[in-house]
């Protein structure tokens, strides 16, 4: 079983990549939403939050209101690192379930790992949780302009784009490079020949 991760910054396209993996037949662990499906109300990592954020972030169900989360730790990078410490570790046990369940059922599959973060730990930390590391890189131009088509504002975009490793970094770390600047025929093209090369199979 062959497991890649597929990374890069916010705005670049992770997940339109990770789709188009999906659609060739391999099996996608989405980290954001194990990231969300961990801190559901009544959760260890929901409870963490709570008491260390407190009732601000809270929504009147309980659950985590994301919006005011971000908005405090975009702009802080002591209480972004705290929340990190949280919710990655949950998250991280969550996925090694998720890849022990699939193994059973397709030992020789390619499980593929949507995870934004994957290299913001260091590239010898990502090596213990994938095989190997795919990067959808797009131009600091193209990022803001889709988290702004997001609705996303401006500055808020810019502070959030900031607050990561910067793409053209990453791509110094990866055995392959999906450049997303284009088209998504363009795209499609790439990943179906990363796809061929990590399952020496042609894609469905």
Request: proline share 5%; charged share 25%.
């Amino acid at each position: 079983m062959i497991m890649a991760g597929v990374t890069g910054t916010i705005g670049t396209g992770k997940s339109t990549v990770a789709r188009m993996f999906a659609e060739m037949g391999a099996f996608v662990i989405d980290h954001d939403k194990l990231s969300r499906e961990v801190v559901e109300p009544g959760k260890p990592a929901w409870q963490a939050i709570a008491d260390y954020f407190g009732s601000a972030v809270l929504n009147a169900d309980r659950r985590i209101n994301r919006q005011a989360l971000a908005g405090i730790v975009f702009s802080d990078a002591v209480k972004l690192q705290k929340l990190n410490s949280i919710v990655h570790p949950a998250v991280l046990e969550e996925d090694q379930r998720l890849v022990e369940e699939r193994k059973l059922v397709d030992p020789g599959g390619l499980i593929i790992k949507d995870v934004p973060l994957l290299l913001e730990a260091g590239p010898e930390i990502a090596r213990l949780l994938v095989d190997k590391i795919i990067v959808v890189f797009a131009s600091p131009e193209v990022q803001l302009k889709r988290l702004i088509a997001r609705g996303v504002p401006g500055e808020d975009a810019r502070s959030r784009i900031r607050t990561q490793l910067p793409v053209s970094e990453k791509t110094g770390y990866a055995d392959y490079v999906v450049n997303n600047d284009g088209t998504l025929e363009e795209t499609m093209q790439q990943v179906k020949d990363i796809y061929s090369k990590l399952t020496d199979r042609p894609p469905k």
